[in-house]
């Protein structure tokens, strides 16, 4: 079922994709920035990609 509420994110930090990868959040696709030429992935935003980013920051804070 389609939810038109969730849209993609565009996540340019590839350190905190790597560990998104490591939580079984998966990208829907990666891309090259025109202008600046950075690499990123794009995800479904929806609940538990935010849950997943919320716990690599409290993670990385108790380091």
Do not use: S, T
Request: proline letters at 3%.
């Amino acid at each position: 079922m389609y939810n038109k509420n969730i849209k993609p994110i565009y996540n340019y930090d590839l350190q905190e994709c790597n560990l998104l990868f490591k939580k079984g959040i998966h990208p829907i696709g990666c891309g090259v920035g025109d202008k600046d030429g950075r690499v990123f992935h794009v995800f479904m935003a929806d609940k538990r990609y935010f849950d997943a980013v919320r716990l690599i920051q409290y993670e990385n804070a108790e380091k």
